[in-house]
């Protein structure tokens, strides 16, 4: 006879779900004295940067700069180091789904309106964060002001501090990828790439050029991500900067010709897109509490596959346009209002404001995984012409989940790795976490034969149009037991 | 057709998606009292810690069973009419069938203990138990966990992390060492003392103390010592859930006794995963695999035998994995089993969190455990089938790492100290 107690269960597990279980203890706090150290030096530095903007002392100093930013940072790093410090190395995802800030609770809808807000002051109100045209920054701006001088040779501008930001929110979050995997070693250099390239590439060495009088670039920029570093004006801005101009002309050529489809061909695209991009680089690090919210549907990945790749088409038209019309004339004064288009609503609302300001609601990868076309491009080659895969380790996997919950780009993982199919997919950016998640180890990222990632995989070209019309077959030749006694 | 599949765990689906694969038009139902939609259980501790959302622990999109022609039914049966070929229903009405699929799972061990019936006494095994533990734990700022297995280490874990107190009693004297050698056990025992739990070796329980209400409030143990706790996990090991069919014309020894085939007792019925007792004519012992994969396996040889195959179950080469707090485990091939005539070399890193054992004898490998290192399950089969012999594998124990890229690769100090070890 079946149990009573069975019979009388009928909890609507659909409906009502689990979420945290109430437990007595729980709820104590736990802050070390030295996790409230930290806290104190995060809330001084605030305290500071509060009254610097609002034209206090110290503003415009180095001493300001030091004890507001400067401690602020000091104090998140310590704060992650000594919180994660004493936990056992391994992955600590304890609670992640009962916080409000990493689940869409009130919490996370408020970070996310003030890094949206953020964003919208930086692009549309620079003002109100201290910009004028004219004359000396004021307010949050003039923060900066001393390091911009002596850096860039001009005093401080909305773009200077957003670099200052973007640079030590790497740094300090980094700290935490640092510390959460320690016990991982992809990790921990993944994260010290991404701090590096983002620090010499990206802000240091533009805003040395920009001392140097010669036009801006960042390192780790590469057209279509960076659309305009091979749009006329900017080509013919470095043909007309001499040596070092047609150096970075060079650069920007080969990041986009042959960095792309090379490195793409060896690594997959996680070469670029977790271990050198400047989005990726955020994503990673600041972006990396959110990860769990990206949306696994498959309906979430058919609006992936249209939106991305018609922003590449976007951009690859948008290219030819303003080279026509830059040569030839042709489009008359059309190529202006375009390449103003892209730049507003890909550049700066896609990119910006949806595709960081949205981390705490959409998960931190928005925009690396329906908008850049960097990416798109990137996948493109990854899917059919690399080494790269996401092996299954045979028939280990229990499709516990882990894997896709902890997915930035929303691949449902289990449902390769429950197949004993290798992941072979346009948008994995090689993070590594689903093999960091993955209790049973059964997930590896590797660079192997092309031949032997998928059926077919050593037809690139039909392989392309195969996924065209069915993307979601990959019909690698699953791992069965041999039939045998035993 | 119709087929009715008792169970949605991964037998039963199993058995489903491979028969929808095989017979396009037959009609498949899927009945469970557990849950609307399959699960994987192994993840019901994720939710419990927060890792992740109940419905993350859905392999399939809800819209996926309709898109298969596969019918669900939510409902607990309460009898078998094997004559009439009918399941009666709780709550809703009798579903007839034409063949019959048990995967009805497993179930807690409970070995008589005074007081293991009373209310805060749970072992875990379903949802209905992940919801007895959230209910249970509301009130638990100590809880006693009997028996160490994994299930055992798994509730720890769990309730640990929620800042309850863990005290966890193990029989042997030292954890889970019926199943692993005693470097291994020892590596754990460690381990689950420095996640803070508090581990009671060669501690047995006596009794469970009723606090007047019902309910449990404290544990004895067998050298009489009271310790009080408000939630006591069961985790002495499972077993075949037959409930249903015990009083039944059906065979049944501990589980539901069936062939290679799993054809069960009577005609067009079937078992398959934990609930299921393969007979082996070879006089061997009488298989119970209570694994993700071989429940996986036994679906689909079932689905395979209904569409008119005759399969056999043959698992092949036997491997597991766990992973225990923060250390993951592989095993492969004959571990633990005192093969006569079997040799051990075992490595452990100074460091204390990789260890690698090879079991070899006559001079061939025979099994691998594997602690804080992944190896690669194909090569790790390749090597026990052909049998490899041991000299090949300490040549080539690079191209069994699958742990991630850019770790630190340990095969140079272990081929050493085995080679050391040999000499």
Known sequence: MIEERLLAYDYDEELEGFGEPETPLADEPSLSGAEKGALALVGLGALSLTVQTAGGPLAGTWPGLLSSLGLLSLGAVLFFWTSLRDTTPGIKHDGTFFRSLLTRGGLGWLAGIVMTGFYLLLYWFPASLGHSDAGEPTGLIRVVDPLARPLTGYPASQWFLYGVLYTLAILVFGVRMLMKYRHNRYQRLRTVSVFVFQFAFAWLLPNLLVKLRYPYMEFNGVWPLKNDYLWPDKVLGFVDAGAMGKFLLIWALAAALIGTPVLTYFFGKRWYCSWVCGCGGLAETAGDPWRQLSNKSTTAWAIERWLIHAVLVLVVLTTAVVWADHRLGLFGSASGPLKQWYGFYIGAVFSGVVGVGFYPLLGNRVWCRFGCPQAALLGLFQRVFSRFRITTNGGQCMSCGNCSTYCEMGIDVRAYAERSENVVRASCVGCGVCAAVCPRGVLKLENGLPGDRFDGSDRPLTALTESFRRPDIYGYEPWRAPEQPD | ?423
């Open chain 2, 1 to 423: 057709m119709h087929v009715a599949i008792l169970g949605n765990g991964v037998a039963g689906v199993s058995t489903a998606l491979r028969l929808r694969e095989r017979l396009p038009d037959c009609r498949i139902t899927l009945v469970s009292g557990e849950s609307k939609y399959h699960y994987s259980r192994p993840a019901l501790m994720y939710v419990f810690m927060g890792h992740m959302r109940f419905e993350d622990t859905k392999p399939f999109e809800d819209s996926y069973w309709a898109e298969q022609r596969i019918e669900l039914l939510r409902a607990w049966v309460t009898e078998v009419d094997f004559e009439e070929r009918r399941l009666e229903l709780h709550n809703a009405p009798p579903l007839s069938y034409d063949k019959l699929v048990l995967a009805t799972g497993s179930k807690p061990n409970r070995f008589g203990w005074p007081g293991q019936d009373l209310a805060g006494v749970q072992g875990l095994w379903g949802l209905y138990d992940l919801k007895e533990l959230y209910d249970n734990a509301r009130q638990t700022e100590h809880a006693v966990i009997v028996g160490g297995g994994l299930i055992g280490i798994e509730l720890a874990e769990m309730l640990h992390s929620r800042g309850i107190h863990v005290t966890f009693l193990v029989r042997e004297e030292s954890y889970w060492d019926n199943i692993l050698p005693k470097e291994e056990s020892g590596i754990l025992n460690e381990l689950i003392r420095e996640a803070g739990i508090e581990l009671r070796l060669s501690t047995e329980l006596k009794e469970i103390v009723d606090d007047g209400a019902g309910r449990c409030c404290a544990v004895v143990t067998g050298e009489g010592e009271r310790i009080d706790c408000q939630l006591v996990g069961l985790t002495a090991g499972v077993s075949p859930n037959v409930d249903l069919v015990r009083e039944s014309p059906l065979a049944v020894g501990r589980g539901i006794l069936v062939g290679r085939s799993l054809r069960a007792s009577l005609p067009d019925v079937y078992a398959a995963g934990d609930c299921a007792e393969i007979e082996t004519p070879e006089g061997e012992r009488n298989l119970i695999h209570q694994v993700w994969y071989t429940g996986k396996m036994q679906g689909e040889v079932v689905a395979d035998v209904i569409a008119g195959d005759e399969r056999e179950y043959r698992p092949g080469t036997w491997f597991n994995s766990a992973k225990f707090l923060d250390l993951e485990y592989q095993t492969y091939g004959r571990v633990g089993l005192r093969v006569p005539g079997e040799e051990n070399l075992f490595w452990r890193h100074p460091g204390g969190k990789h260890a690698i054992r090879i079991v070899h004898k006559e001079g061939r490998v025979i099994g691998f455990n594997l602690m804080g290192i992944r190896w690669r399950h194909e090569v790790c089969e390749r090597w026990l089938t052909e049998p490899a012999t041991l000299d090949h594998v300490l040549d080539h124990l690079e191209e069994a790492n699958f742990d991630p890229e850019l770790f630190r690769r340990h095969e140079g100090a272990a081929r050493e100290a085995f080679r050391s070890a040999l000499r």
